[in-house]
């Protein structure tokens, strides 16, 4: 224990126990999901300006990558 010596029924002592909430930015962000969009498409086609990207968008999958729901989502509100 590189705390001090304490007996099993008292209560460790916690510092900051919720983390700070992200800052909050204008650029989309998505959870990471196994068997999702291939990250670097999807940030490649919203990095494009609306009028130029392709309709309907197809993304390849990847082991790890964005949650297709959301970026579904994301896509069909417009963004």
């Given amino acids: ?4 010596r304490r007996h099993w029924w008292q209560r460790r002592e916690t510092r900051n126990p919720l983390p700070e909430p992200p800052a909050r930015t204008d650029r ?10 291939d990250c670097a498409q999807v940030d490649a086609h919203l990095a494009l300006p609306p009028a130029r990207r392709p309709h309907p968008a197809a993304f390849d999958l ?7 729901a959301q970026v579904d989502r994301a896509l069909a509100a417009g963004a």
């Fill in 1 to 4: 224990m590189s705390e001090q």
């Fill in 28 to 37: 989309l962000t998505f959870d990471l999901v196994r068997r999702g969009y």
């Fill in 62 to 68: 990847a082991r790890r990558g964005y949650d297709r």
